[in-house]
């Protein structure tokens, strides 16, 4: 159980263009979905959590209209890098968990992430 | 503001021995949770363990054990006997309650050599 998949696991692209990669949890409804951006040997950094149905919290230092994130069902999440450049290469996870009631910390999993090469 | 340390960087040891990977925490919170996930070359992260802050019990399973301190704010992870399917990225990670400013710390790489 638990398994959340990411498409595509690999993309290439050209400067200037729009990239949208695919969240998605398979077995179960993720209330709360997570995008970070992990550096090559560097610790997973944080970049939005988006809650279905509202607007992604963003961190900081982090582009709203550069990062787009829409989360429009209790199974999908999707992040458009737009107009992408060269220093948006990146790994990108996402990470989906479900809410409990009464608030208990939810466990997050995460998808097998998203190689992006921008030249 | 919540803060995971992991000061062992890379860690390497030949297979069958045993190895531990430091985590020690700083969080102003009475509740929270902490997390060991493993991230092997392929670049996924697994799920390994979750802890509440009120439950100070070890937990084995398997190989995989956690000490968990609160005295120390530390909750480290052996891995006993280790083999070569170990070999990864170890992160260990820090939650409010509600999953709030879930924050990871820097990784522990960890190489089984043969």
């Known amino acids: 159980g638990a398994v959340v998949s990411q498409h595509p696991s690999r993309v290439i692209c050209k400067s200037g263009t729009s990239v949208k990669i695919e969240c998605r949890s398979l077995d179960f409804q993720a209330t709360t979905m997570f995008w970070y951006r992990q550096f090559p040997k560097k610790s997973l950094m944080l970049m939005a959590t988006s809650n279905e149905g509202s607007k992604a919290t963003y961190e900081q230092g982090v582009e709203k209209d550069k990062f787009l994130i829409n989360h429009a069902s209790l199974t999908l999440s999707t992040l458009t890098v737009t107009s992408a450049h060269p220093e948006d290469s990146s790994f990108y996870i996402c990470?989906?968990?479900?809410?409990?009631?009464?608030?208990?910390?939810?466990?997050?999993?995460f998808g097998p992430g998203t190689r992006l090469t921008v030249l | 503001a919540q803060k995971v340390t992991q000061a062992q960087t890379e860690i390497s040891v030949v297979e069958k021995e045993d190895v531990t990977l430091d985590c020690v925490y700083e969080?102003?919170?009475?509740?929270?949770?902490l997390f060991w996930y493993k991230q092997p070359p392929s670049g996924e992260l697994v799920f390994l363990i979750r802890r509440n802050s009120f439950d100070e019990q070890n937990e084995i399973s398997g190989r995989y054990s956690w000490n968990f301190q609160k005295s120390t704010s530390s909750f480290n992870f052996t891995i006993t006997a280790s083999q070569v399917v170990d070999s990864a990225v170890y992160f260990c990670?820090?939650?409010?309650?509600?999953?709030?400013?879930?924050?990871f710390g820097p990784g522990t790489r960890l190489s089984v050599l043969p």
């Open positions: 969080t102003r919170d009475t509740t929270y949770y």
């Open positions: 990670a820090l939650s409010e309650p509600l999953g709030q400013n879930f924050v």
């Open positions: 990470s989906a968990s479900w809410g409990l009631a009464g608030g208990v910390a939810d466990t997050q999993y």
